[in-house]
């Protein structure tokens, strides 16, 4: 740096200039327009919200017994110790009282207390406490020492040599507890217990989520949320069923099965869901269905008519003077293929009962039955006819005696076997083998031949639960 | 040293409560560094209007981006170096081209150093100002900002010895110009 430069840098570093007149208005005006500057502190919520979240989700999904009011097993605790602090609770309830929260959490150092002071009759809690405070780092006697001489011969773990010395008598304390049965130590132990089974049993789900509401259905975790709506798509397959009578119909029914074909169908709807009790769901809606045939026909005894025209022309000294014009009709014989996709088609309303078998966090099994009330049926398409030689139309569009669909099927019966996979606490994805039952004969009761279709699909979709 | 305090609240305070939105702490921010970040436009701008610009505009990303601010360094210093920022990269959107000015324009008989220290603060600016944009920024960056030539170099994207020789031809510049106004005074 030369002199000019710290000419300069001296006289302007420290600068002041005039502001702008209406800067901080023009500033402010911009501030307005751009979005509010980031919470630093938001963030950093966020990430404990979810650390509590996930720690919470995971002590429950460990803790299932917790959502339905189950005393929970603690893994710490032994059978004997099980045992010993249920009767501890029923005999000395004012202990339990007497002891808070911040308490449970030092129940290894109380433990300690009687280690250390094992030939001493039991204090209270309170004065337990500060005696194990008292007798590790203030006035340690011959056990304190001989202690610390372990802690220092243990290799280097990263904790004080005090800490180190509390984790190694915590340890050896928990072996003799188990080992002494002495009254006092179940006294404490089960004492302490018993307040943490209160605390987590105080903080149970459906004290949280469901104030009065009585206990609801699947999935279990969201019992507050007993509506929802399904939409769904079924991949369907609907094989026909003939019969007639008559047996002479027989022909006919084999013909029909040769010429029919049973090809992708599909149904679609969406349906609302109400959770009566427990473990009971009621669900309405609409559905579409569509059942799709291809009908393939070869008329081997087709004619083909054809109509030939001749014209004659008369000449005289070499010039056209008239024209005699004949038609003569002749007939071909030949073969006629007709293919048409045939389709039936229904407008239902199903009412139907689930049940849930099984449900966890992430999954509920349930099984579906009911009815489906039909509004009504639409066919078009073409069928052989009785005489086995005649492709029919069999489009209806409104109810007519010569009609060979009907145009209302009544009842159905429906069955599935539900799944549904918890995508969020809302949404649930479905997959749903169904089949539908279909006792009505489709044709009309005039037509000789009975025509049944069942359905067996799978049926996959979403449920919002809210 | 006791903190600065405007307004009851220290800067630290002001700062937090910037950072929930408060428009009345980004005011008092604003008085607080405006008149010194001003000076600093005004150094790197060729005119006041453009200074202005560069002055609204890097005032606005201080307060927008107000959470990247680590507490750790100096709110001031973090401050300039949004305001030089802005002034570079709205030296580098300038659709002009570069002056090209060579060394052969001016005269061998230049003003000393010492003639500098004559004149007002206000008179320096106008000379850097009346530098082309390269000089000035590479002049403002070096000798009043302290930056060496490597980081010049980067923040410029330009080279090294460009930094160096702008440097150079900066001084001659000014040296000249004062020449000039005081053979006109004289």
Redesign the interface.
């Known amino acids: 740096?030369?002199?000019?430069?710290k000419?300069?840098?001296n006289?302007?570093?420290?600068?002041?200039?005039?502001?702008?007149d209406k800067?901080?208005a023009?500033?402010?005006a911009?501030?307005n327009e751009?979005?509010?500057?980031?919470?630093?502190f938001f963030p950093v919520g966020m990430m404990l919200l979810g650390l509590f979240l996930v720690s919470f989700g995971g002590y429950l999904s460990m803790n299932d017994d917790h959502l339905f009011g189950k005393i929970p097993a603690s893994s710490s605790m032994d059978n004997r110790q099980q045992n010993r602090m249920a009767s501890t609770t029923s005999v000395i309830p004012e202990v339990s009282k007497e002891i808070s929260f911040s308490q449970i959490n030092l129940s290894t150092e109380n433990k300690q207390i009687r280690f250390l002071n094992a030939e001493k009759p039991v204090p209270a809690v309170s004065e337990a406490k500060q005696r194990t405070t008292t007798t590790l780092y203030k006035s340690p006697d011959n056990s304190f020492s001989q202690s610390q001489a372990e802690a220092e011969s243990m290799p280097s773990t990263g904790m004080s040599p005090e800490r180190m010395l509390i984790e190694q008598t915590s340890n050896n304390i928990k072996t003799e507890i188990f080992r002494q049965h002495t009254s006092e130590i179940s006294y404490l132990d089960n004492a302490l217990n018993n307040n943490k089974l209160k605390f987590f049993r105080s903080i149970r789900l459906p004290s949280i989520f469901a104030k009065d509401k009585p206990v609801k259905a699947c999935p279990f975790v969201y019992d507050y949320q007993n509506k929802s709506v399904d939409v769904y798509v079924s991949h369907d397959y609907s094989p026909k069923q003939l019969s007639a009578n008559d047996s002479e119909l027989n022909t006919h029914i084999d013909m029909r099965n040769q010429t029919e074909k049973a090809l992708y169908s599909f149904s679609a709807g969406f349906r609302f869901g109400y959770n009566l009790s427990y473990k009971w769901n009621l669900h309405t809606g609409f559905n579409y269905s569509q059942t799709n045939e291809k009908f393939e026909y070869i008329d081997p005894e087709s004619n083909q008519t054809r109509i030939i025209i001749i014209k004659d022309y008369v000449y005289q000294n070499g010039k056209i003077i008239d024209s005699i014009i004949t038609q003569e009709t002749v007939t071909v014989p030949g073969t006629t293929k007709l293919k048409v996709f045939n389709k039936y088609r229904s407008y239902d309303i199903p009412v139907l009962a689930r049940y849930t078998l099984f449900a966890n966090h992430h999954l509920s099994l349930s099984a579906m039955a009911g009815v489906y009330l039909n509004v009504a049926t639409r066919q078009k398409g073409m069928i052989l006819d009785l005489d086995n030689k005649t492709p029919v139309e069999i489009y209806v569009k409104e109810k007519q005696d010569n009609n060979l669909f009907k145009t209302q099927l009544g009842v159905s019966g429906y069955a599935s076997f539900s799944m549904a996979y918890h995508l969020t606490s809302n949404v649930d994805f479905l997959l749903e083998p169904n089949v539908r039952f279909q006792p009505e004969s489709l044709s009309s009761n005039h037509y000789a031949v009975s025509q049944k279709m069942n359905t067996f699909g799978v049926s996959t979709g979403l449920r919002y639960k809210f | 040293m006791s903190p600065l305090i405007i307004n009851g609240r220290t800067e630290k305070e002001l700062l937090k409560a910037?950072?929930?939105?408060d428009?009345l702490a980004?005011?008092d921010i604003?008085?607080m560094y405006?008149?010194?970040m001003?000076?600093v436009?005004?150094?790197y701008s060729r005119h006041?209007l453009e200074?202005?610009d560069i002055?609204?505009d890097a005032?606005?990303k201080v307060?927008?981006?107000?959470?990247e601010f680590e507490s750790t360094g100096s709110f001031e210093g973090w401050v300039r170096r949004i305001i030089i920022n802005t002034a570079i990269k709205n030296n580098q959107k300038k659709s002009v081209s570069h002056e090209e000015i060579g060394l052969e324009h001016y005269k061998e008989d230049s003003a000393g150093?010492?003639v500098?220290?004559l004149?007002s603060?206000e008179e320096?600016?106008k000379l850097?100002s009346s530098l082309p944009d390269g000089y000035r920024m590479v002049?403002n960056l070096?000798?009043?900002e302290?930056y060496s030539h490597k980081e010049i170099s980067e923040l410029l994207n330009i080279e090294e010895s460009t930094s160096r020789s702008q440097l150079l031809k900066a001084?001659r510049m000014?040296?000249e110009k004062v020449h000039e106004l005081y053979k006109v005074a004289i």
């Open positions: 740096m030369n002199n000019i430069d000419i300069f840098r006289k302007l570093e420290h600068h002041h200039a005039d502001i702008p800067a901080w023009n500033i402010e911009r501030l751009s979005p509010k500057p980031k919470n630093n | 910037c950072l929930q939105g428009r980004q005011r604003f008085n405006a008149g010194k001003m000076a436009c005004v150094r006041r200074a202005e002055f609204q005032f606005v307060f927008t981006h107000l959470a150093p010492e500098f220290s004149l603060e320096l600016i850097i002049f070096y000798a009043i302290g001084r000014l040296q």
